[in-house]
């Protein structure tokens, strides 16, 4: 069974950085492109980055490039999302995908909220 | 950036009564190989996504077949034969086709 299991999001100040990871299993992570999705509080989804199979190609909406940074661990089964010079917009519930094209699988969440 | 349009926002259906869901793209989806990567979501209430609908048309596994998807080009629609209680949420439609992907505002489906 494919499980995709986030973690590291929390509380942090505004220009504060966190890391995200995500657990992946059951599935034959480095054959996968793997992406993130954010949803704001009450709002719609949006795609945040994508990382390519093995790492050498990343894609990233223009809101958060060069503040947040995707990759990811193939021996750990591991993606990671860097955030860095976080803003009160940034806050939302982060979601693993699997993919990045038509993702099917996604993780639970992980939520960040950016508040002094 | 594609900007994927879809109407209506909100979307009061009665039970056993069919709704429809439109999705426009500011571009076509169409890649060069002749793929069309149009994908619908559905989002229940405190859940994370489930896709439901890929290559514009192709159910996933275990989605009842009263969900249907459509289009071509720039024009898309998911169609629900008849509602059922357990159908009320969000529905988003994405494509997977130019970067950034891109997602539509999403369709709150919920029972009169």
């Known amino acids: 069974e494919v499980q995709l299991v986030e973690s590291g999001g929390g509380l942090v100040q505004p220009g504060g950085s966190l890391r995200l990871s995500c657990a992946a299993s059951g599935f034959p992570f480095s054959s996968f492109s793997m992406s993130w999705v954010r949803q704001a509080p009450g709002k719609g989804l949006e795609w945040v980055a994508s990382v390519k199979e093995d790492g050498s190609q990343t894609f990233y909406v223009d809101s958060v490039k060069g503040r947040f940074s995707i990759s990811r661990d193939n021996a750990k089964n591991s993606l990671y999302l860097q955030l860095n010079s976080l803003r009160a917009e940034d806050t939302a519930v982060y979601f693993c995908?699997?993919?990045?094209?038509?993702?099917?699988?996604w993780g639970q969440g992980t939520r960040v909220t950016v508040s002094s | 950036d594609v900007v994927m349009t879809q109407s209506p926002l909100s979307l009061p259906v009665t039970l056993g009564q069919p709704a429809s869901i439109s999705c426009r793209s500011s571009q076509s989806l169409v890649t060069s190989g002749g793929n069309t990567y149009l994908t619908w979501f559905q989002q229940r209430p405190g859940q994370s996504p489930r896709r439901l609908i890929y290559d514009v048309s192709n159910r996933d596994s275990g989605v009842p077949d009263r969900f249907s998807g459509s289009g071509s080009g720039t024009d898309f629609t998911l169609k629900i034969s008849r509602v059922e209680a357990e159908d009320v949420g969000v529905y988003y439609c994405?494509?997977?086709?130019?970067?950034?992907?891109?997602f539509g505002q999403g369709t709150k489906v919920e029972i009169k």
């Open positions: 995908t699997r993919g990045w094209i038509q993702p099917y699988h």
């Open positions: 994405m494509q997977g086709t130019h970067w950034p992907r891109t």
